[in-house]
């Protein structure tokens, strides 16, 4: 075999291959047949700084390092690779006189196994094969080692949200407290306001069977001012009721211990979810706008609902439509007005009586699901939003109480960038 002095063979793949670093020829023929002939791609460098460079190029898996190499210092070349992070988990193993090996007992840090001269076949296969092993142990341990901490941080992730998340619910029971408060509040305001309606009445009329004894002028003053008060009171009334609604359906959703399946009124259900979750994105956006189609089937008899939870089904459905068209609405506004000007966030809410079923469609015209994603919205904690504004829980929610609850259907249909459709179909009664 020639010793090759300038260039060292570079074998085709990193990582591969044994580099024998030695000059003396009887070695290398030794070191490269016995490997050769084992299978083993090699690569050869008489010296420490063509090692070295050998090594930057192309990563050997193992190296033999001739410690007696003559002028230069094995140890050092030793060194430099254990040094570099890139390099440093490559095993060594020197080659030496059995009569130097009580020089290097103490065998500098790293440099896993020597062997002596003159060589053995059996011996040096043996031990470039337990290295060439424990090396890849190593690194699949490795490997192991990092997807697992992947995982737990996907874990601790998750134990965020469920934080999040039971927050959310604690604001949810200190809000419907706070709301039975008002409630009762609310109720003297709308009685009171009722009483002081029949009392400015009263007076009018009070007014009128007195005028006789007063100043037509004063009369006159009297009852504009009494007409105006009554005016005021009246419009107090009609707002604090409205209020009152408002209080009334909000406890409807809040209650979560009715778990009863009652008979109710699809439409009015479905009419409610839409304007609450609308009014809700409205009080955290004020330029929030999209046009609501609806289109009601009337046909629809009462139906076997929990409604509470199907409430709920339908306002994560719509919420995630809003966010859609919201998102879709701020991309093109950032491309500037042109596109902006021709998109119309839309809505569409719509039921329908099938016979044996009950059919209701919510569909927006927002960014879309592509098909990769489609498959996975309906797991539990898979969200596209930032933290905080999504915990990825409301379709899986969705899915349990429109599937596994109401026994119903629950479909999917989207064009990413055109439109999002989710279908529900509920059994209606026979
Ligand atoms: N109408 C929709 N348009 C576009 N993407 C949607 C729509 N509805 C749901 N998605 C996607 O499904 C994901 C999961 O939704 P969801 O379970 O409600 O969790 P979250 O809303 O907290 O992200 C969303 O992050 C979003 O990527
Ligand atoms: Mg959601």
Same mark, same amino acid.
């Given at each position: ?15 591969q ?49 001739d ?22 988990d ?5 080659? /030496?006189?059995? %009569?130097?090996?009580? &020089?290097?007992? $103490? +065998?500098?840090?790293?440099? @896993?196994d020597? #062997?002596?001269?003159?060589?053995e ?25 990092q ?6 941080q ?27 408060e ?20 009263e /007076?009018l009329? %009070?007014?009128d069977? &007195?005028s006789e $004894? +007063?100043?037509?002028e004063? @009369?006159?003053? #009297? ?9 005021n009171?009246?419009?107090m ?8 609604s ?21 439409n ?10 609308y ?18 089937d009337d ?6 609902l929990?409604?509470?939870? /199907? ?8 919420? $995630? ?13 950032e ?33 879309g ?10 797991q ?8 905080g ?12 109480i ?16 055109v ?12």
């Amino acid at each position: 075999m020639e010793i090759p002095n300038q260039e060292p063979m570079i074998p085709s793949q990193a990582g591969q291959y044994i580099l024998i670093v030695d000059d003396n020829s009887t070695n290398l023929n030794f070191l490269s047949r016995t490997l050769t002939n084992a299978g083993w791609e090699i690569a050869v460098a008489t010296n420490g700084a063509m090692a070295i460079q050998q090594v930057k190029n192309n990563p050997p898996a193992l190296i033999l390092l001739d410690v007696m190499l003559p002028g230069s210092d094995q140890l050092e070349t030793c060194k430099k690779l254990k040094a570099n992070p890139d390099t440093q988990d490559i095993p060594i193993i020197f080659t /030496l006189l059995s %009569e130097a090996v009580a &020089q290097f007992t $103490n +065998l500098p840090l790293g440099v @896993v196994d020597y #062997i002596t001269k003159p060589f053995e076949s059996e011996e040096l296969l043996a031990r470039v094969r337990v290295h060439l092993e424990v090396r890849s142990l190593t690194k699949s341990l490795e490997e192991k080692k990092q997807e697992l901490s992947a995982t737990m941080q996907k874990l601790q992730a998750a134990q965020k949200q469920i934080m999040a998340q039971e927050k959310l619910a604690t604001i949810g029971a200190l809000t419907a407290g706070v709301i039975h408060e008002l409630k009762n509040s609310l109720n003297f305001v709308n009685n009171y306001a009722q009483g002081s309606v029949e009392l400015s009445d009263e /007076l009018l009329e %009070e007014i009128d069977n &007195q005028s006789e $004894n +007063l100043e037509t002028e004063a @009369v006159d003053h #009297i009852k504009e001012s009494l007409n105006e008060l009554r005016e005021n009171v009246v419009v107090m009334n009609q707002q604090g009721q409205r209020a009152e609604s408002i209080i009334q359906n909000m406890l409807m959703q809040a209650r979560t211990d009715d778990n009863q399946f009652q008979l109710t009124d699809l439409n009015s259900l479905l009419d409610q979810a839409v304007r609450l979750t609308y009014q809700s994105r409205r009080a955290q956006d004020n330029r929030f706008n999209i046009k609501i189609n609806t289109d009601y089937d009337d046909s629809i008899e009462p139906l076997e609902l929990i409604s509470s939870e /199907l409430s709920r089904a339908f306002i994560n459905i719509i919420d $995630n439509a809003c966010y859609a068209i919201r998102l879709k609405q701020k991309y093109y506004q950032e491309q500037g007005n042109k596109k902006s000007s021709k998109f119309n966030p839309k809505l569409w809410v719509k039921t329908q009586n099938l016979g044996e079923v009950v059919e209701v469609r919510i569909r927006d015209n927002g960014i879309g699901i592509p098909a990769e994603i489609q498959k996975k919205i309906f797991q539990p904690f898979y969200t596209t939003k930032p933290t905080g504004e999504g915990t990825g829980l409301g379709l899986s929610l969705t899915y349990e109480i429109i599937v596994d609850q109401h026994r119903g259907i629950l479909q999917l249909d989207s064009q990413p960038g055109v439109y999002t459709e989710f279908i529900i179909r509920l059994l209606a009664p026979s």
